[in-house]
């Protein structure tokens, strides 16, 4: 005897939407964790607003 399962369309949408947003939080928390990319992302940051980049047309 087979069950009939019925699932609402939305429902599913949702889910996998938060799904989608559970692991690009979890991916960030990883990343945050991470002393050497926090290090570089900081540095990173500071060289940004210092201007201190290359232009991509000159390249």
Known sequence: ???TISVNKQAL???IR???EFDTIVESLELM???KFMKSYKKAKEQIKK???VDWNEL
């Open 1 to 3: 005897m087979g069950a």
């Open 51 to 53: 201007r201190e980049f």
């Open 18 to 20: 938060v799904k989608s």
């Open 33 to 35: 964790s991470n002393k």
């Open 13 to 15: 949408q949702d889910l």
